[in-house]
């Protein structure tokens, strides 16, 4: 392929996640099995005209989102993950970055030239505050981050000795994945899940962990042995991740744990770049490198301890106090 034609197809790639994005919001692939419906059946079922939906129907087939067998359109190993019931379900994943997201996007530029938020810019107010203020939007985001947790802590135990702690919190741990891994495992560990009113109103917690309500930047009740920080930091600017960790410091008692999960640029085979620009085209945010995460937690006087890798993205940076 030349540069020019490479160049032509690149920039309408968008379209292919736009077309799953549209199947995922008209649940789509909920009402499709493995032994298929006809366009008329899904047209039907989905109250949209038959034309319209044959051409989603095809998209989706020529992009391998759907199987065609004589008229007959079926699910296959990969948009079975799509539907809202399947156990490992990415359909939260695949509505969450359209949208609000890309209109943020849309105006990364402005993001380039000012260092902040293109999301803030165009809606005036942060993207967590405007999450805030919806609750369907508030609760599909962490369903959705739900989604990439249960498999970033699948191993969580396996890595990290949670058993010389008698309590455990993890501070703006959304739904709770990580730490209901933890308490699952280790039964005899008290669980703290802490996060906004809204994230825990709307929360399902199992295996008796606690959710306790409140706000990282304010105040950190004063309650466990050890604190996560996992996939926090990386939201926010410098100043406002030293307001975060300082809280932190304290609400841990003397010698204290804290253990920081983030994507290590320094530690990883895997480019950032692209997820660094998500992070301040949305919240000022950025990946940093190991030497980054440890300087801010020095500044809040914590003594780093160790590195350790969780997966193939995320390091665990072990603190003490």
């Known amino acids: 392929m030349s540069n ?6 690149f920039f309408t790639e968008h379209w292919k996640y736009m077309t799953v994005n549209a199947a995922c919001k008209l649940n789509l692939f909920d009402v499709l099995d493995e032994t298929g419906k006809t366009k008329y ?12 939906i044959e051409l989603l129907l095809k998209g989706l ?11 007959s359109y079926k699910l296959n190993e ?30 990364l530029d402005v993001s380039i030239k000012t260092s902040k938020s293109a999301f803030e810019n165009k809606y005036g107010m942060g993207y967590f505050d405007y999450l805030n203020q919806d609750e369907e939007k508030l609760n599909h985001y962490h369903k959705a981050m739900f989604a990439y947790a249960k498999d970033d802590y699948r191993n969580i135990i396996d890595v990290i000795n949670f058993n010389i702690h008698k309590s455990v919190m993890d501070v703006g741990g959304g739904y709770g994945a990580a730490i209901s891994n ?23 917690l199992e295996n008796n962990v606690k959710p306790i309500k409140g706000d990282f930047f304010i105040e950190i009740p004063k309650l466990a042995e050890a604190i996560i920080l996992s996939r ?13 960790i300082n809280n932190v410091y304290q609400a841990l008692p003397e010698n204290g744990s804290l253990y920081i999960i983030e994507n290590c640029s320094d530690k990883i085979g895997v480019d950032l770049s692209l997820l660094s620009l998500n ?36 390091t665990v940076l072990i603190f003490k106090k």
Not at 82 to 88: A, C, I, W
Not at 182 to 197: A, G, H, R, T, Y
């Open 41 to 52: 059946q899904i047209a039907k079922l989905l109250s949209v005209p038959e034309k319209n």
């Open 78 to 107: 990969r948009t079975i993950l799509l539907t809202e019931e399947h156990p490992d379900s990415l359909k939260y994943a695949c509505l969450n970055w359209s949208g609000d997201h890309m209109d943020a996007w849309i105006n």
């Open 61 to 71: 087939v020529s992009i391998n989102f759907l199987d065609e067998v004589e008229g």
């Open 4 to 9: 020019r034609a490479f160049l032509k197809s």
């Open 279 to 314: 992070m301040l085209c949305m919240c000022e945010g950025y990946e940093r490198s190991s030497y980054e995460y440890i300087a801010l937690a020095n500044q809040s006087n914590f003594r780093f301890m160790e590195a350790k890798k969780l997966n193939e993205l995320q």
């Open 232 to 244: 926090v930091l990386h939201d926010w600017n410098d100043e406002k991740a030293n307001q975060i």
């Open 182 to 204: 933890i308490k699952k495992d280790l039964p005899d560990v008290e669980c703290f899940l802490f996060d906004l009113d809204e994230v825990i109103n709307k929360c399902h």
